[in-house]
């Protein structure tokens, strides 16, 4: 592995750590089930497609980095035929209901790390699917 290759792996370990702490950060500082309809509902549809993404990819065939396994293939079936990245809304979707839970500055915060970290990986992901599949 070259020095710019090992250099963009920790980079993206990086993203998956900074996505991971602001996750685990919103969802221990407010209620972990939502409060209210509105911030239930979000995380309800985000969990199911997330679940849907999940098994539509199938269980063992992603990666919490962006970097594309050996064996990818391009899914265009379930939620994928709708959304380019149903994992990255899913995970925004659930961190938008336990920002609404409970929205004070430091979790606002953390919800603005999570989407823009969601979004670099996102485009990421999507160079290096271009690359791989016309």
Not at 20 to 48: D, H, K, N, Q
Request: with cysteine; net charge positive; glycine share 10%.
């Amino acid at each position: 592995m070259s020095e710019r290759e090992t250099q963009e792996r920790a980079g993206y370990w990086g993203l998956v750590v900074a996505q991971f702490g602001a996750m685990l950060y919103l969802a221990f500082t407010g209620p972990a089930f939502g409060e209210g309809w509105a911030s239930r509902c979000l995380i309800a549809l985000g969990g199911v497609l997330g679940v849907w993404a999940v098994l539509t990819m199938g269980i063992g065939r992603f990666n919490v980095t962006p970097e594309l396994r050996p064996d990818a293939r391009l899914v265009t079936s379930g939620p994928y035929r709708f959304l380019r990245h149903p994992m990255y809304v899913a995970v925004v979707l659930v961190g938008m209901g336990w920002l609404l839970a409970r929205p004070v500055w430091s979790r606002v915060l953390a919800f603005v790390v999570l989407a823009v970290v969601v979004l670099v990986k996102a485009r990421i992901e999507e160079r290096l699917l271009s690359e791989r599949f016309s």
